[in-house]
């Protein structure tokens, strides 16, 4: 039986999702298969079932069917998963549609406008789009934007 060198470091082994919109990766899920595996395995043994094959290899082919099992029993519970945040998925394109909708009325809608608007407070249009996005991000009701945009832009003395 070939002998295997228990000091080589194995590559790490992970499985990862990734989400992409309009084709652009905007997040992964990753899960690293190195941390799992004791949790699979914790009935570890040192050797393996059989005497014909390389017990490294061996390893590595059961890893790699189980990891594979794992994965299509997680697969509908993931779809179910997603199901649900999907439809706060939808729920959120509403807010911000509504949010963006409440901007638009309170500091117009064209560019011009905006220049116009930060030009008042000696701010950039970067400055106003960070706040425009803080302000689609936030959880909170916010009543008045425009004052929401001017103390945002007072100094404190």
Same mark, same amino acid.
């Given at each position: 039986?070939?002998?295997t060198n228990?000091?080589k470091?194995e590559?790490?082994?992970q *499985?990862?999702v990734v989400?992409?919109v309009?084709g652009?990766?905007?997040g992964s899920l990753?899960?690293d298969?190195?941390?799992?595996?004791p949790?699979i395995?914790?009935r570890?043994?040192?050797?393996?079932p *059989?005497?014909?094959?390389?017990? $490294?290899?061996?390893?590595?082919a059961?890893?790699a069917a189980v990891?594979?099992?794992l994965l299509q029993?997680?697969e509908?519970?993931l779809y179910q998963?997603?199901?649900?945040e999907?439809?706060?998925a &939808?729920l959120d *394109?509403?807010t911000?549609?509504?949010?963006?909708?409440?901007?638009?009325?309170?500091?117009g809608?064209?560019k011009?406008?905006?220049? &116009?608007l930060?030009a &008042? $407070?000696d701010n $950039?249009?970067?400055d106003?789009?960070s706040?425009?996005? &803080?302000y689609?991000?936030?959880?909170?009701?916010?009543?008045d934007?425009?004052?929401?945009w001017k103390?945002?832009?007072?100094?404190?003395?």
């Amino acid at each position: 039986m070939p002998q295997t060198n228990n000091n080589k470091k194995e590559t790490q082994s992970q *499985v990862r999702v990734v989400v992409e919109v309009d084709g652009n990766p905007i997040g992964s899920l990753t899960f690293d298969i190195d941390r799992l595996w004791p949790l699979i395995n914790h009935r570890k043994r040192d050797n393996s079932p *059989v005497e014909w094959m390389d017990p $490294t290899k061996f390893h590595s082919a059961m890893r790699a069917a189980v990891i594979r099992r794992l994965l299509q029993r997680l697969e509908p519970h993931l779809y179910q998963a997603l199901g649900d945040e999907i439809v706060k998925a &939808e729920l959120d *394109v509403e807010t911000f549609n509504l949010k963006a909708e409440a901007a638009a009325q309170a500091f117009g809608r064209s560019k011009a406008e905006i220049d &116009e608007l930060v030009a &008042e $407070t000696d701010n $950039t249009p970067l400055d106003f789009y960070s706040f425009f996005w &803080e302000y689609l991000l936030d959880d909170r009701d916010v009543i008045d934007l425009r004052k929401e945009w001017k103390a945002r832009n007072t100094l404190p003395q």
